[in-house]
């Protein structure tokens, strides 16, 4: 009854999944196995996935979820997430949602922007490391590169310590194949900027043998070249994924739970903008 209430009266909490959002997710999430021994019923997949954006919305811990919003336990919701991550339900529905603004002609390839934010580690890690501006405490890094609008086209984790130019590559080979009703799919950008965190001969050579066109920043050249003009677009990025309180700091000390986290917010500001210009 709880459930039913919380659903029909307050589905403008980001919480909430939308009738609309879940008719993407459903038909990726992978089949349960058959129960071996009686016992409780499963929860339901849709209440699942409330109580993880329950968590990434608020940031609480797995153990606090509080069991009066019929979300199921933390354990369960945790279990989840680690399941779909695993079988890699984020990274296909992030791939619905681009088709979808390609086929509106809503994404920007003129253009893609790459950036990095450092967060702090609450534990240490896989992926984490001392941190070169938080006086050497574990920390992680939350890789992004974005479109010409914004739209996030490729995530990644590292250590703190890790240089951003060493994610360069990675994260151009990680932005998906986007399909077009007609004609060949796309994931190459025609231009791709970087701040001077990104500025090495080695990996502009790197990118133009990917037929991409390098604007990197030079350690030589003195601020205000005029790439902030374009550059905004991720720091703008970055803030919607900080809106997330879960990204804000590590807690996790599997790192691939924090990249599930990651890929999931990574959906969920692909499907507001799918929302607004579709």
């Not at 039913?4 to 999944?17: A, D």
């Not at 196995?33 to 409330?50: E, H, N, S, W």
């Not at 006086?135 to 250590?159: C, E, M, N, W, Y």
Request: charged fraction near 25%; glycine fraction near 8%.
């Amino acid at each position: 009854m709880l459930v039913g209430l919380f659903v029909g009266k307050r589905e403008s909490r980001p919480c909430i999944v939308s009738d609309e959002l879940w008719s993407l997710i459903e038909p990726l999430l992978p089949v349960p196995a058959p129960k071996l021994v009686a016992g409780r019923p499963r929860d339901p997949d849709r209440q699942a996935l409330c109580g993880i954006l329950f968590v990434l919305h608020t940031g609480i811990q797995w153990e606090y979820l509080p069991q009066e919003l019929g979300f199921g336990s933390g354990m369960t919701c945790w279990r989840r997430i680690a399941a779909w991550n695993e079988a890699g339900v984020w990274d296909r529905l992030h791939l619905v949602l681009l088709a979808k603004l390609r086929a509106a002609k809503q994404l920007d390839w003129s253009r893609a922007v790459i950036d990095s934010s450092h967060v702090r580690a609450a534990r240490r890690g896989p992926k984490s490391g001392p941190s070169p501006v938080d006086r050497a405490r574990p920390g992680s890094k939350h890789h992004i590169l974005v479109d010409g609008q914004g739209i996030p086209l490729a995530v990644s984790l590292t250590g703190g310590s890790r240089n951003d130019v060493t994610q360069l590559m990675p994260l151009l080979a990680k932005i998906p194949s986007v399909p077009e009703l007609v004609g060949r799919p796309r994931r190459r950008p025609d231009i791709l900027l970087g701040d001077r965190g990104y500025d090495h001969d080695k990996y502009r050579r790197l990118v133009r043998e990917q037929s991409i066109k390098p604007v990197i920043a030079r350690h030589a050249v003195a601020h205000g070249s005029g790439l902030g003009v374009y550059r905004w677009i991720v720091e703008r990025t970055i803030a919607w994924f900080h809106g997330f309180r879960r990204l804000r700091v590590r807690w996790e000390r599997r790192d691939d739970i924090h990249e599930a986290f990651l890929g999931l917010a990574a959906c969920l500001i692909t499907h507001r903008q799918v929302q607004r210009l579709c």
